[in-house]
């Protein structure tokens, strides 16, 4: 359940003065709804399935050679589902580490796992000053480094604790136009929220760069001038009654977050119904995703 408080922040209070946040503001914003809502990824997340019937984590996961990864990082690790997974399906010697600034999202990663089987870090994605140069593997980035300005500096502390012939690999949004429906969604909340906030959408949560296949790859090949650069698109896609999945595609935005208890609730009918007319198979409704996913592989 979502916190039923609409969220004001330093940053929603300079957006709604046609202002660009800064970074401090950026970070103060997402500790807010990550202190209110921690795990809230994961719910929806964990309901959508690609047409293989893999989740974005399970894709982001097939990134890991298990013979050459003995140490795993999860960046931006959150409530721990991907660490879960990587324990579940790596041997006790592979190493995980997980890494995020919010102390409420690393309570629950700390209690889904065995003790002492990851090494979990509060710590800026920016500045990762607790893990040694050429310490790491593969890092793994699953839907965080869409949400992070400065971004460079991220891919940067990256390529400097990964080891030669490493990876990172990152889930990331993908174009809206690749998931049918997806765009309608995005603009139905977006609609709601900005009666309330004209100016949102205006600056997006996190570098723009990284929402777009070129940009990515540009800004990837710089921090990792040596290494191969692939980016595959994908959709992933939930399905269930209306009611289900609007609230739980509604709680996916974090635009969503900033609205009032009762225009939430107008905005959940409203997108209920545009899921029951948009049903695409026998009585269900569906929510589709575009993703992105990012390998850089180092000599
Ligand atoms: C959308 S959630 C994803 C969580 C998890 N990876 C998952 O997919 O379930 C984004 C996470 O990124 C973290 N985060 C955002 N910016 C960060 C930064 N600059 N440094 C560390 N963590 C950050 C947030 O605290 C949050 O836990």
Not at 88 to 93: C, G, M, T, V
Not at 109 to 117: F, N
Not at 173 to 184: F, H, I, K, P, S
């Amino acid at each position: 359940m979502h916190n039923l408080c609409p969220l004001r922040t330093d940053w929603t209070e300079i957006v709604s003065h046609g202002d660009a946040p800064d970074a401090t503001a950026l970070r103060s914003h997402l500790r807010a709804v990550h202190r209110e809502n921690a795990g809230f990824t994961e719910r929806c997340a964990m309901r959508c399935r690609d047409t293989d019937g893999r989740t974005s984590y399970d894709w982001l996961i097939d990134a890991v050679d298990g013979s050459q990864h003995r140490k795993i990082l999860d960046l931006a690790c959150g409530s721990g589902p991907l660490l879960e997974l990587c324990h579940q399906r790596f041997p006790a010697e592979v190493d995980l580490v997980g890494v995020d600034m919010a102390p409420e999202e690393l309570a629950l990663a700390k209690a889904r796992l065995p003790v002492g089987r990851a090494r979990l870090i509060e710590a800026q994605a920016q500045s990762m000053a607790c893990l040694s140069d050429n310490s790491v593997d593969i890092v793994l980035c699953h839907w965080a480094l869409t949400l992070m300005d400065p971004v460079a500096p991220v891919l940067a502390e990256s390529a400097r604790i990964l080891a030669p012939g490493g990876r990172f690999a990152a889930i990331v949004d993908g174009d809206m136009d690749m998931a049918r429906g997806y765009r309608n969604v995005h603009d139905l909340i977006y609609g709601y929220v900005q009666v309330e906030l004209p100016q949102y959408g205006a600056f997006d949560l996190g570098d723009p760069r990284v929402r777009d296949t070129d940009s990515l790859a540009d800004l990837t090949r710089r921090a990792f001038p040596t290494a191969s650069v692939e980016v595959h698109p994908n959709v992933v896609t939930m399905r269930g009654s209306a009611e289900t999945i609007a609230e739980e595609a509604a709680g996916f935005f974090y635009a969503a977050f900033v609205l009032p208890p009762d225009r939430r609730a107008a905005m959940l009918t409203d997108l209920a119904a545009y899921l029951c007319a948009n049903m695409d198979q026998g009585e269900q409704a569906s929510f589709a995703m575009p993703i992105n996913r990012l390998v850089v592989t180092l000599p």
